[in-house]
């Protein structure tokens, strides 16, 4: 069974940083690009970021509202993705979920961290 | 690329047909031909499970009730017969256009 778990959410002031973690099963991780993608409150989905896998250099891509800020790597030893969130905004408050990308869709979703910033 | 969902909120009755329409701001055939037009239910307190990959196609576990269909630019997830597990939010995403993927609004269902 594939299965995605994330896990470091909590309650973070503003500015400060929070990594979270996407522990993978079930799959050939080390095959697969690993997203991430968050919902604030009440809101819809937006995409965050993206690694790719060893044959691409394991590039990375990431959303203009947090390009510079996060940062995606993994670990193919540890079927494991990662996102580091540094200085971190009210906005940023959401639930994130890692999902596993198909090349157009998102196959699997991890049960969500949330993220709280506030002072 | 924007994604378009309507309506927002579907008010249904149990054991009626529902559909939910989603529009693309451009063509969605990729490429390579195929088009990568999602559909992801959410039910309340949980994470999103696909129903629905590359327009018609249904996962594994899909109750056969629900269906999609369309082309281009245009695209619509039917529901039957709705039941009550059905309650949650609907969200289709495009896939074809990278960076990013991109997701309609959300469809709220409820009884």
């Known amino acids: 069974e594939v299965q995605l778990v994330e896990s470091g959410g909590g309650l973070v002031q503003p500015g400060g940083s929070l990594r979270l973690s996407c522990e993978a099963s079930?799959?050939?991780?080390?095959?697969?690009?690993m997203d991430w993608v968050r919902q604030a409150p009440g809101k819809g989905m937006e995409w965050v970021g993206r690694?790719?896998?060893?044959?691409?250099?394991?590039?990375?891509e990431y959303a203009a509202s947090v390009r510079g800020r996060f940062t995606i790597s993994r670990d193919d030893s540890k079927n494991s993705v990662y996102l580091q969130m540094n200085s971190l905004n009210t906005e940023d408050t959401a639930v994130y979920y890692c999902?596993?990308?198909?090349?157009?869709?998102?196959?699997?979703w991890g049960q969500g961290a949330l993220v709280t910033v506030s002072s | 690329v924007v994604m378009t969902q309507s309506p927002l909120f579907l008010p249904v009755t149990l054991g009626q047909p529902a559909s939910i329409s989603c529009r693309s701001s451009?063509?969605?055939?990729?490429?390579?031909?195929?088009?990568?037009l999602n559909w992801f239910q959410q039910r309340p307190g949980q994470s999103p499970r696909r129903l629905i990959y590359?327009?018609?196609n249904r996962d594994s576990g899909v109750p056969d009730r629900f269906s999609g269909s369309g082309s281009g630019t245009d695209f619509t997830l039917k529901i039957s017969r709705v039941e009550a597990e059905d309650v949650g939010f609907y969200y289709c995403?495009?896939?074809?256009?990278?960076?990013?993927?991109?997701f309609g609004q959300g469809t709220k269902l409820e009884i």
């Open positions: 999902a596993r990308d198909d090349h157009g869709s998102y196959s699997a």
């Open positions: 079930g799959f050939a991780f080390s095959d697969y690009y």
């Open positions: 690694i790719t896998y060893k044959l691409e250099s394991y590039s990375t």
């Open positions: 451009q063509s969605l055939v990729h490429s390579d031909g195929n088009t990568y």
């Open positions: 590359e327009v018609s």
């Open positions: 995403m495009q896939g074809s256009h990278w960076p990013p993927y991109t």
